[in-house]
RNA sequence: GAGGGCGUAGCUCAGCCCGGUAGAGCAGCGGACUUUUAAUCCGUUGGUCGAGGGUUCGAAUCCCUCCGCCCUCACCA
């Protein structure tokens, strides 16, 4: 369908001419390729005092020979903010590694540039080549000398202070939300070094990164409801998979000891804050493990993480003070500082205030660095060695979570006895108990009823400032997982809290066949009619478990929420780049 | 699914209680300015008040329906 062609807006149209005015100077309104640029955070730290304080004395009386050595940098950005002083301009750029500011100066820009400086309008991208220097007020700026487009803006940019702060249109146009509010930008660069941090610590831990299918025959490995489609080909119903279990442990049948996935759940049902319909989940399995082994090394990996990002944080004794410079040679750099008790990792932006405060030992090597090449651009940080207990508390909301103490754990049934006051075993008195709080329990199994308890009354009263594992789950509710050798009515799992949000499930799973192919009917037993139409007996995987899966231990750990308490955000939409929303017309 | 709140200029918001033809800041437009940084100074444009209906001489404002978003609760292995 054709749409309609809208009027266009005068705020529109006048930007329209101003790119016709680009044209007519003869620039390409939409830039093209530029070799050789780098990142505004890298520019801005490539700064030199002695450079510019030369420059600055040679421009009151210029000596015989002097030689301009204020480093030049090749830059693009956004244009943020622009002053126009009649034949000096000043623009505020941004990068997604931060913001530099520049100045056009009618003196100093050749004619061409000038005059597309003049024709410039916030929110426009830019390429700006020119020499690095400070002004009167200590500002870092590149001085241009040549200006091209990048990329014209024909939308009004949000209100430079105020920013966008609609939630609706944030999500909606989150490519506006990104470049409008850094904290958006730095809260998605945190969560890209994060799953790639946690990938790493798998990795070094001998795990094989697989991908399974999403598309499925028969959605198993949860118990949501899932997304159905049509394949034309085989004509045939396929859906999107709610969980990736059954197909890992098939690997695990296979021979692979150690595997796991991150990638995308779909899963059909409400949303809210802590649920979006498709979600991140990283789920691994390790032979000859266990429940313990699996929370282990969900407890070594999410302690890495937040202690990646407290170390961000300049209280903290951890902290790492860091600097950009030349992110192609990392690896060298991180020999070299390897060497000078400095530990090399990621790429990070600039911070001025680390910067400034870094100590001389660090600017001898950066110096040192910067002889032998002339254009570094790396980020480097330097770990301090930390003895004794590690604070590590990271805020979500009104919290303060503490990553670095052990994580609790407790029993399932204890904490249900506590609460309740009589043992989760005690089928009368939870039915009445049910019945008394008004809870779902007409119909309902033992098991089931005591889990409805459980989550009402128990779960709250896990302190959500203090990762919990909950373990020894009803075998009931549990039907993928091992039950325990001496109580085969509880199960071996372990489901991990964090701020009142479930993270991660454990189990001890459940690899033999018999036991696995009578707990598939018993659960299909139960199902009403709609549920019928998606759950089906999984004959393959049950064909899989006779060939013999080894003993494992496995676990899934959603990784929007992770990414929620990591970066203390309120809502999972703020986890998620492009979140669900209701199309507008 | 239930309850509550919100929707006014490109953006951030006032006006709504108590009805009288629409306001501010930023941005935009014209002008001045070569060290500004939320630049400043002078002048100035801009709105189907989410959509539809009703009440009224008259509706951004009161009432109803619908749409979108947010919050709380419910649902959710």
């Known amino acids: 369908m054709e749409t309609a062609p809208q009027p266009i807006h005068e705020l529109e149209a006048q930007r329209r001419a101003n790119r016709d005015a680009a044209a007519a100077l003869g620039f390409l309104p939409y830039g093209e390729r530029v070799d050789g640029l780098m990142t505004l955070a890298g520019a801005r730290c490539r700064y030199d005092e002695a450079a510019d304080r030369a420059h600055q004395e040679a421009a009151k009386a210029p000596p015989p020979g002097f030689v301009d050595a204020r480093p030049t940098v090749k830059v693009a950005g956004r244009v943020m903010l622009l002053r126009d002083n009649g034949k000096l301009l000043w623009l505020n750029l941004r990068d997604d590694t931060g913001d530099l500011q520049t100045a056009i100066s009618q003196k100093d820009a050749d004619e061409a540039s000038f005059g597309l400086a003049k024709t410039l309008d916030l929110g426009d991208v830019i390429v700006v080549e020119g020499r690095l220097m400070r002004t009167r007020t200590g500002e870092i700026t590149a001085w241009a000398s040549r200006v091209s487009m990048g990329a014209k803006c024909l939308e009004q940019p949000p209100e430079k202070h105020a920013g966008l702060t609609d939630p609706e249109l944030r999500y909606r146009r989150r490519y506006v939300d990104l470049h409008a509010n850094p904290e958006t930008m730095r809260a998605f660069h945190r969560r890209s070094a994060l799953v790639r941090r946690a990938r790493r610590w798998l990795d070094e831990r001998g795990y094989l990164e697989v991908e399974t299918p999403m598309l499925q025959v028969q959605a198993g490995g949860a118990a949501a409801r899932p997304f159905k489609t049509h394949m034309n080909a085989l004509d045939m119903t396929l859906y999107m998979r709610i969980a990736p279990e059954l197909y890992l442990k098939r690997l695990l049948v296979g021979g692979m000891r150690r595997v796991y996935e991150i990638n995308r759940n779909f899963r059909n049902e409400g949303l809210d804050r802590n649920h979006n319909p498709e979600f991140t989940m990283l789920e691994a399995y390790e032979a000859f493990g266990d429940v313990h082994t699996m929370m282990a090394l969900t407890e070594g990996l999410i302690r890495e993480l937040a202690r990646e990002i407290a170390e961000e944080e300049e209280q903290n004794p951890l902290r790492r003070p860091r600097f950009t410079g030349g992110d192609h040679f990392g690896k060298t750099l991180g020999e070299v500082f390897d060497n ?221 929420r992770l990414m929620m308490l990591l970066t203390n955000q309120r809502t999972i939409r703020d986890a998620v780049l492009f979140p669900l929303m209701r199309p507008v017309e």
């Open 340 to 560: 000078h008790r400095y530990y090399f990792d990621h790429i990070y932006t600039l911070q001025d205030q680390f910067f400034q405060s870094l100590p001389d030992e660090i600017w001898r090597v950066l110096r040192h660095l910067k002889d032998k090449n002339d254009a570094p651009n790396f980020v480097l940080m330097n770990r301090q060695e930390h003895k004794g207990p590690i604070p590590l508390k990271i805020p979500f909301g009104d919290l303060a979570i503490d990553y670095g103490s052990p994580f609790v754990r407790a029993e399932y049934g204890d904490l249900f006895q506590r609460a309740l006051g009589f043992p989760m075993t005690d089928a009368a008195r939870a039915r009445a108990e049910a019945k008394a709080r008004g809870l779902k329990h007409e119909g309902l199994d033992h098991w089931l009823i005591v889990n409805e308890l459980f989550e009402e009354v128990a779960e709250p009263t896990v302190d959500p400032s203090r990762p919990t594992f909950i373990t020894g789950y009803p075998s009931a509710i549990s039907p993928l997982t091992r039950p325990r050798p001496g109580d085969p009515t509880l199960a071996d799992r372990a489901d991990l809290f964090i701020g009142g949000m479930e993270i991660a499930p454990h189990y001890t799973e459940l690899n033999d066949p018999d036991v696995q192919a009578a707990k598939f009917r018993e659960q299909l037993a139960g199902l009403d009619e709609e549920e019928n139409t998606f759950r089906t007996f999984d004959e393959d995987f049950i064909l899989a478990l006779k060939v013999g899966m080894p003993p494992a231990g496995g676990m899934g750990l959603g990784v929007d």
